[in-house]
């Protein structure tokens, strides 16, 4: 099999069994346990807390010792942690195991993506970056339909029990992924290591684009977290409804980023990134004035779409701006910023939600995407495009 259709395989059902045990189990798993609004949020962040400390070294390793061990590193959290859910009896066991689960997309993720960059060339890395996205995102659209589906026939036991089983294949297919040639893997040198996070973090540009992904990021954690939440207590929907709301989010980014991402190869990438910005804060405020379960699926497929336009550019800019040694290490810095706000989203929404109103969080995650938008533009400009891209 291809290595890129493999690793497209692999990130499938990876992001299949994550996703199976997150949302919207997670955010009902922790309300059954009595958990209040600020512990809910810490227990959904807990998981991206772990990016935040962890995805920079790893695809920083990855650099050194090759993408395939550290992958299957991260793979092996996606297979076995999902067992260990029902231990959890009480708010720190929760985000403990949280934590842990943690490490599968801290570790899995930016390798991954310099895996993408390494097969890929200039002219078509945005294409294979948001191609590979997309196979992801069909994991991720049937893990909250089918969470949802069984959470509701069945309770929490089933939704845990298939995503440890996801996970276990995709860890078959992970073991049979082709070996680096020995010339390839360069050993641990850490003057290597060091220098190459040093290089990345001294640039500038590949630091404003990670910002942008951690804004991103952050107004999507607190929709992810909280969107159930609100759909059952105030608009009262039921279990299989508000998986079908994530699984519809998930399609549209999923279906749009292949193509996205081609135009992004050819028109460029900054301007494409504050559009998508700018519209997903505008349907991120609206959410509270559609109350009815097709007014919400609408809005949050616009919001799908908004994301798939701002991520099939950044991961490719983010490629365009390192060098091909530094891959792995330019992924990982930017994994680990995006993971900043994919962190602080939940924690930041359980905040505004005890203290205020569920209201009160979806304008102001909006207002952050649309001032993100405005100053991603005036700081990095829309000059140049091409050079960049080439």
């Given at each position: 099999m291809n290595p890129f259709i493999k690793l497209c395989f692999i990130g499938f059902f990876a992001y299949l069994a994550y996703t199976l045990a997150r949302f919207p189990v997670i955010p009902l798993y922790a309300e059954s346990l009595h958990l209040s609004s600020e512990q809910i949020g810490l227990v959904v962040g807990a998981s991206t807390l772990t990016g935040v400390f962890f995805k920079m070294p790893a695809g920083a390793l990855s650099d050194v010792f090759g993408r395939r061990v550290?992958?299957?590193?991260?793979?092996?959290?996606?297979?076995?942690?999902?067992?260990?859910?029902?231990?959890?009896?009480?708010?720190?066991?929760?985000?403990?195991?949280?934590?842990?689960?943690?490490f599968a997309t801290a570790v899995f993720t930016p390798v991954a993506s310099a895996l993408i960059s390494d097969l890929a060339n200039k002219t078509n890395r945005g294409q294979l970056l948001s191609t590979y996205s997309s196979a992801n995102m069909i994991g991720r659209t049937?893990?909250?339909?089918?969470?949802?589906?069984?959470?509701?026939?069945?309770?929490f036991y089933l939704p845990f029990l298939a995503s440890g089983i996801a996970g276990l294949i995709a860890l078959i297919f992970a073991l049979s992924y082709p070996k680096e040639k020995a010339s390839d893997v360069k050993g641990l040198k850490h003057i290597q290591f060091i220098s190459g996070l040093k290089e990345v973090l001294s640039n500038k540009a590949i630091l404003i684009v990670s910002v942008v992904e951690c804004i991103q990021y952050l107004a999507t954690g607190s929709i992810e977290c909280f969107l159930p939440l609100y759909s059952k207590n105030i608009v009262h929907l039921i279990e299989w409804q508000i998986g079908i709301l994530f699984g519809v989010q998930v399609i549209a980014t999923m279906i749009s980023k292949p193509f996205l991402g081609v135009i992004s190869d050819k028109f460029g990438r900054k301007p494409q990134i504050t559009i998508?910005?700018?519209?997903?804060?505008?349907?991120?405020?609206?959410?509270?004035?559609?109350?009815?379960?097709?007014?919400i699926l609408f809005l949050i497929a616009i919001y799908g779409l908004t994301v798939a336009v701002v991520t099939s550019a950044t991961?490719?800019?983010?490629?365009?701006?390192?060098?091909?040694?530094?891959?792995?290490?330019?992924?990982?810095?930017?994994?680990?910023?995006?993971d900043i706000g994919h962190a602080s989203g939940p924690i930041f929404g359980g905040i505004l939600v005890a203290r205020l109103n569920y209201n009160l969080l979806f304008l102001t995650s909006g207002v952050f995407l649309i001032l993100c938008g405005i100053l991603f533009k005036i700081s990095i400009g829309f000059k140049k495009e091409v050079p960049l891209v080439i």
């Open positions: 550290i992958m299957l590193i991260g793979v092996c959290f996606f297979a076995f942690t999902p067992f260990f859910y029902f231990l959890a009896k009480d708010a720190t066991a929760l985000f403990i195991i949280r934590m842990i689960h943690g049937l893990g909250p339909v089918i969470g949802g589906w069984l959470l509701f026939i069945s309770g998508g910005l700018i519209l997903g804060g505008i349907t991120c405020a609206l959410i509270p004035y559609l109350n009815s379960f097709f007014g991961a490719a800019f983010v490629t365009d701006l390192a060098r091909k040694e530094n891959y792995g290490s330019a992924h990982g810095v930017f994994g680990t910023i995006m």
